[in-house]
C-alpha cells in the first residue's frame, strides 16, 4: 500500500472528490475547509511493501494557496505551493528538510578556539506567478508542527512528526504526499460561528420602526380628538421607543400589538389607516426576526465593547474534533461555552462596523482572544511550544506511529544480531535509538502525563500573532465580500485600558500609530496588519473613524479617564478617552448635536486597506519580516 492511499485513509476528501466552496454559508456557522480525517488501518509493515519504482507524480499544482483543489478553500497554505517545487520523484526525508528549511554555518568560540555550528532558519521563496508573483514568503515551522510533518527541537534536529518516522525507517516521500500532511492540518478544519447582525439587518429594523412611528405620530395629530385614540397611539409610541432602544423581547411586541389592536378598534379609524398599521407592524416584525435569531453575548459589556458602532458581531473559531492528548478531549474554552456546544474553542473576533470621514466603511475590531492558548503561551517558551514534548500534537500522529512500530521491531532484531555477534559499539547505539523510539511511541499512544507540569494542552495557533494573523485575515476576507473598505483595531488608549492596565493588552492592540508599550516599538496586531497589506500591495496606517454612525448627528457622549501606572515609558500619563454611547437622527433628552463635518466625530485608530484579492484564498501563517511599505496620510483637520 503506497503512503498517498495510507493519507487518503487519512482524510477521504483531500486528494479528490468534489471540495467545499471558499464563499460563507448562510446562518450562524460558514465552513472553510473541511478536510475530514479518517482513522488509518494501515500498518507498518503495509508502509514496507512499496514499490520501488513508482508511475511518474503528476503533481497537485492549482492556484496559488489552494493546496491542489479546484474550488478555493477559506484559507490555504503556501508552504504546500513550495512543496509543489520539489518537482515529480520520491525523496528523502533529508532532501525534503533541506527543501523546507535552510541552513546557515555560525561561527563561536569554545575555551577560547575557534568553533563552527549549523544553524537551521526558515525557508523563505517567492512567487514567481500570479497574483502574488514577487511577494516573499517563508516556511513557518509551526505549520510543520500543526500538521506533524516535521517537529524539530531547539538546535533544530529533526526529532518528530511524519519526516521523522520515514527517516528512521528509510522512507521516500513524493509532493503530494507532503502536500496532503499540510491540508491535514487542523487550522484547515477550523470552524466559524457568527454571532450578530446580518448584513442589512439593522439598517432594514430602522426603516421599519420609523415608518411605523411616522404613521403612528400622523393618525395621532389626526384623531387628536378622540382622547382614547390619542392615549393608545401615545401608548403605542411609548413602546416602540423601547423596540428602537433594542428591546427585541417578544412582550416589547406583545405590548405594542395590544396599543395598536386597541388604536384600530377605534371608529375613527378607518379601513385604509388600518391596513397601513397592519402592514407597518408585519414589516417591524418581519425585520426584528434576524436580529433575536443570532445574539450576541458581549455587545454590552462597556469595559470590552465600544459602544457606538453598527452591526455588532461576535465570531468564535472552532474545531470540532477530538484532541486524543489534552487533558479534555473538547475545551469548549471560557467564553460562549453556551452557545458553541460540544467542541474546542481556539479563538474569538469581536467587532462591529464604522467609517471613515469619506463615508468608507470599516470593521473595527473591539477584540481578539484565545481562552485555551493564553495560558499555554505563557507557560511555554517558543522552543518548548513547538518541540514535541511540552506540548503534543496527536493529528496525523498515526502515520508516524505505524511506521515507527514497525521501526522498533526492526531495531530489536538488529539489536539481537549484535548481542550475538558481541558488538557491543553497536549494541550500545540501537539501545539509544530503541529508547528514544520507544519515548516517542510512549508520548503518541498515551494520555498519561506523569507529574511533568510543563506538559500542556494542544490548539492550533498558540501565540497570539499566530491566531491574531488568522483573525485579521477572516476579517478581511469577509470585508472584501461585502464592500466594506477597511479593517482597523481599536488602540489601548480607546477601549482596552478600560479593563485596567494589562501590558498584555498595549504590546497586542498598540496605539493608531502602530506602536506597542510606551508606544514605543511594534504592536502585534498593528505589524500583523503592515506584513498583510505589503503581500497585497495596499496600505496599512493610522485614519479616522467615526465614535458612531455620522449620518445620526445627535449624540450620548461620554468620558473615561484612566491613569498609567507608575512605571513603563507612559508613568504617570493620563488617558481622557470621549465615546458615544448612542447616536439618533432626532433631538432626544440627553443628546448633542454634532455637525457631520466636525473632527470630534472621529478618533484615530490602525487600519488596513482592503483589497479586492482579498476576497478569495488567504495564506494560513503569518508572513515573516518586512516593514510596512504604504502608510496612510493622516487626515488634518484645522
Same mark, same amino acid.
Given at each position: 500500500?503506497?503512503?498517498?492511499?495510507?493519507?487518503?485513509?487519512?482524510?477521504?476528501?483531500?486528494?479528490?472528490?468534489?471540495?467545499?466552496?471558499?464563499?460563507?454559508?448562510?446562518?450562524?456557522?460558514?465552513?472553510?475547509?473541511?478536510?475530514?480525517?479518517?482513522?488509518?488501518?494501515?500498518?507498518?509493515?503495509?508502509?514496507?511493501?512499496?514499490?520501488?519504482?513508482?508511475?511518474?507524480?503528476?503533481?497537485?499544482?492549482?492556484?496559488?494557496?489552494?493546496?491542489?483543489?479546484?474550488?478555493?478553500?477559506?484559507?490555504?497554505?503556501?508552504?504546500?505551493?513550495?512543496?509543489?517545487?520539489?518537482?515529480?520523484?520520491?525523496?528523502?526525508?533529508?532532501?525534503?528538510?533541506?527543501?523546507?528549511?535552510?541552513?546557515?554555518?555560525?561561527?563561536?568560540?569554545?575555551?577560547?578556539?575557534?568553533?563552527?555550528?549549523?544553524?537551521?532558519?526558515?525557508?523563505?521563496?517567492?512567487?514567481?506567478?500570479?497574483?502574488?508573483?514577487?511577494?516573499?514568503?517563508?516556511?513557518?515551522?509551526?505549520?510543520?508542527?500543526?500538521?506533524?510533518?516535521?517537529?524539530?527541537?531547539?538546535?533544530?534536529?529533526?526529532?518528530?512528526?511524519?519526516?521523522?518516522?520515514?527517516?528512521?525507517?528509510?522512507?521516500?516521500?513524493?509532493?503530494?504526499?507532503?502536500?496532503?500532511?499540510?491540508?491535514?492540518?487542523?487550522?484547515?478544519?477550523?470552524?466559524?460561528?457568527?454571532?450578530?447582525?446580518?448584513?442589512?439587518?439593522?439598517?432594514?429594523?430602522?426603516?421599519?420602526?420609523?415608518?411605523?412611528?411616522?404613521?403612528?405620530?400622523?393618525?395621532?395629530?389626526?384623531?387628536?380628538?378622540?382622547?382614547?385614540?390619542?392615549?393608545?397611539?401615545?401608548?403605542?409610541?411609548?413602546?416602540?421607543?423601547?423596540?428602537?432602544?433594542?428591546?427585541?423581547?417578544?412582550?416589547?411586541?406583545?405590548?405594542?400589538?395590544?396599543?395598536?389592536?386597541?388604536?384600530?378598534?377605534?371608529?375613527?379609524?378607518?379601513?385604509?389607516?388600518?391596513?397601513?398599521?397592519?402592514?407597518?407592524?408585519?414589516?417591524?416584525?418581519?425585520?426584528?426576526?434576524?436580529?433575536?435569531?443570532?445574539?450576541?453575548?458581549?455587545?454590552?459589556?462597556?469595559?470590552?465593547?465600544?459602544?457606538?458602532?453598527?452591526?455588532?458581531?461576535?465570531?468564535?473559531?472552532?474545531?470540532?474534533?477530538?484532541?486524543?492528548?489534552?487533558?479534555?478531549?473538547?475545551?469548549?474554552?471560557?467564553?460562549?461555552?453556551?452557545?458553541?456546544?460540544?467542541?474546542?474553542?481556539?479563538?474569538?473576533?469581536?467587532?462591529?462596523?464604522?467609517?471613515?470621514?469619506?463615508?468608507?466603511?470599516?470593521?473595527?475590531?473591539?477584540?481578539?482572544?484565545?481562552?485555551?492558548?493564553?495560558?499555554?503561551?505563557?507557560?511555554?517558551?517558543?522552543?518548548?511550544?513547538?518541540?514535541?514534548?511540552?506540548?503534543?500534537?496527536? =493529528?496525523?500522529?498515526?502515520?508516524?506511529?505505524?511506521?515507527?512500530?514497525?521501526?522498533?521491531?526492526?531495531?530489536?532484531?538488529?539489536?539481537?544480531?549484535?548481542?550475538?555477534?558481541?558488538? =557491543?559499539?553497536?549494541?550500545?547505539?540501537?539501545?539509544?535509538?530503541?529508547?528514544?523510539?520507544?519515548? /516517542?511511541?510512549?508520548?503518541?499512544?498515551?494520555?498519561?502525563?506523569?507529574?511533568?507540569?510543563?506538559?500542556?494542552?494542544? =490548539?492550533?495557533?498558540?501565540?497570539?500573532?499566530?491566531?491574531?494573523?488568522?483573525?485579521?485575515?477572516?476579517?478581511?476576507?469577509?470585508?472584501?465580500?461585502?464592500?466594506?473598505?477597511?479593517?482597523?483595531?481599536?488602540?489601548?488608549?480607546?477601549?482596552?485600558?478600560?479593563?485596567?492596565?494589562?501590558?498584555?493588552?498595549?504590546?497586542?492592540?498598540?496605539?493608531?500609530?502602530?506602536?506597542?508599550?510606551?508606544?514605543?516599538?511594534?504592536?502585534?496586531?498593528?505589524?500583523?496588519?503592515?506584513?498583510?497589506?505589503?503581500?497585497?500591495?495596499?496600505?496599512?496606517?493610522?485614519?479616522?473613524?467615526?465614535?458612531?454612525?455620522?449620518?445620526?448627528?445627535?449624540?450620548?457622549?461620554?468620558?473615561?479617564?484612566?491613569?498609567?501606572?507608575?512605571?513603563?515609558?507612559?508613568?504617570?500619563?493620563?488617558?481622557?478617552?470621549?465615546?458615544?454611547?448612542?447616536?439618533?437622527?432626532?433631538?432626544?433628552?440627553?443628546? /448633542?448635536?454634532?455637525?457631520?463635518?466636525?473632527?470630534?466625530?472621529?478618533?484615530?485608530? =490602525?487600519?488596513?486597506?482592503?483589497?479586492?484579492?482579498?476576497?478569495?484564498?488567504?495564506?494560513?501563517?503569518?508572513?515573516?519580516?518586512?516593514?510596512?511599505?504604504?502608510?496612510?496620510?493622516?487626515?488634518?483637520?484645522?
Amino acid at each position: 500500500m503506497s503512503l498517498k492511499n495510507i493519507l487518503t485513509g487519512l482524510g477521504r476528501k483531500i486528494l479528490g472528490g468534489k471540495k467545499e466552496s471558499a464563499l460563507p454559508a448562510t446562518g450562524q456557522q460558514q465552513k472553510q475547509i473541511t478536510y475530514t480525517p479518517k482513522p488509518s488501518q494501515a500498518q507498518g509493515q503495509e508502509l514496507a511493501k512499496q514499490e520501488i519504482k513508482n508511475p511518474p507524480v503528476v503533481l497537485k499544482k492549482t492556484k496559488p494557496l489552494q493546496m491542489g483543489d479546484d474550488q478555493a478553500p477559506g484559507f490555504g497554505s503556501s508552504t504546500y505551493d513550495w512543496v509543489m517545487r520539489k518537482g515529480r520523484g520520491k525523496y528523502t526525508p533529508d532532501e525534503w528538510i533541506d527543501h523546507l528549511t535552510s541552513t546557515r554555518k555560525v561561527n563561536f568560540k569554545i575555551f577560547g578556539k575557534p568553533a563552527q555550528k549549523t544553524v537551521r532558519d526558515q525557508k523563505r521563496f517567492k512567487y514567481d506567478s500570479g497574483p502574488f508573483a514577487g511577494k516573499e514568503v517563508s516556511v513557518s515551522k509551526e505549520e510543520l508542527f500543526d500538521s506533524n510533518l516535521a517537529i524539530f527541537n531547539e538546535t533544530g534536529d529533526l526529532t518528530g512528526g511524519l519526516l521523522y518516522a520515514a527517516q528512521k525507517f528509510g522512507l521516500k516521500l513524493d509532493a503530494n504526499e507532503v502536500g496532503a500532511m499540510l491540508k491535514l492540518n487542523p487550522i484547515n478544519r477550523l470552524k466559524p460561528v457568527e454571532l450578530g447582525i446580518q448584513k442589512g439587518a439593522q439598517e432594514k429594523m430602522e426603516v421599519a420602526v420609523k415608518n411605523l412611528d411616522s404613521k403612528i405620530k400622523d393618525l395621532r395629530v389626526k384623531f387628536r380628538e378622540d382622547s382614547d385614540l390619542a392615549q393608545h397611539l401615545t401608548d403605542s409610541e411609548y413602546y416602540l421607543k423601547g423596540i428602537k432602544e433594542g428591546s427585541l423581547e417578544k412582550a416589547a411586541f406583545e405590548n405594542l400589538r395590544t396599543t395598536l389592536k386597541l388604536a384600530k378598534a377605534r371608529p375613527n379609524i378607518n379601513a385604509t389607516d388600518k391596513t397601513a398599521l397592519n402592514k407597518l407592524e408585519a414589516d417591524l416584525t418581519n425585520a426584528a426576526g434576524p436580529l433575536r435569531n443570532v445574539k450576541t453575548k458581549y455587545a454590552n459589556e462597556t469595559n470590552y465593547t465600544l459602544q457606538g458602532g453598527k452591526d455588532y458581531r461576535e465570531t468564535i473559531f472552532t474545531l470540532p474534533e477530538d484532541i486524543a492528548t489534552n487533558t479534555s478531549l473538547r475545551n469548549r474554552g471560557g467564553h460562549f461555552t453556551e452557545t458553541i456546544g460540544d467542541t474546542n474553542n481556539i479563538y474569538h473576533i469581536r467587532y462591529d462596523t464604522r467609517f471613515t470621514p469619506e463615508g468608507k466603511k470599516v470593521f473595527m475590531i473591539n477584540e481578539i482572544q484565545s481562552d485555551v492558548n493564553q495560558s499555554i503561551a505563557k507557560a511555554l517558551t517558543k522552543a518548548e511550544q513547538l518541540g514535541g514534548v511540552n506540548r503534543l500534537n496527536p =493529528f496525523n500522529a498515526e502515520l508516524e506511529l505505524n511506521l515507527l512500530i514497525n521501526q522498533r521491531g526492526q531495531m530489536l532484531n538488529n539489536l539481537n544480531k549484535a548481542i550475538d555477534e558481541q558488538n =557491543f559499539g553497536s549494541v550500545n547505539a540501537i539501545k539509544k535509538s530503541l529508547d528514544d523510539v520507544n519515548k /516517542k511511541l510512549t508520548r503518541l499512544s498515551t494520555q498519561d502525563r506523569g507529574y511533568d507540569s510543563k506538559v500542556k494542552d494542544y =490548539f492550533p495557533m498558540v501565540e497570539a500573532d499566530s491566531y491574531g494573523d488568522h483573525a485579521v485575515k477572516y476579517l478581511l476576507q469577509k470585508a472584501a465580500r461585502e464592500n466594506v473598505d477597511y479593517v482597523a483595531v481599536a488602540p489601548f488608549d480607546k477601549l482596552s485600558f478600560r479593563q485596567g492596565y494589562k501590558a498584555g493588552n498595549e504590546r497586542f492592540y498598540g496605539y493608531a500609530n502602530g506602536k506597542g508599550i510606551g508606544k514605543k516599538g511594534k504592536a502585534v496586531l498593528p505589524d500583523v496588519m503592515g506584513k498583510i497589506a505589503r503581500f497585497y500591495n495596499t496600505k496599512a496606517g493610522s485614519t479616522k473613524i467615526s465614535l458612531s454612525d455620522p449620518s445620526k448627528p445627535y449624540k450620548k457622549i461620554r468620558e473615561n479617564t484612566f491613569n498609567y501606572p507608575g512605571k513603563g515609558g507612559s508613568k504617570g500619563k493620563s488617558i481622557k478617552s470621549k465615546y458615544h454611547e448612542d447616536a439618533s437622527a432626532t433631538q432626544e433628552e440627553g443628546y /448633542k448635536f454634532i455637525e457631520a463635518n466636525n473632527p470630534n466625530l472621529y478618533f484615530d485608530a =490602525f487600519a488596513i486597506k482592503v483589497s479586492p484579492l482579498m476576497r478569495n484564498t488567504q495564506k494560513t501563517y503569518k508572513s515573516k519580516g518586512g516593514l510596512v511599505v504604504d502608510i496612510f496620510k493622516p487626515i488634518r483637520y484645522n
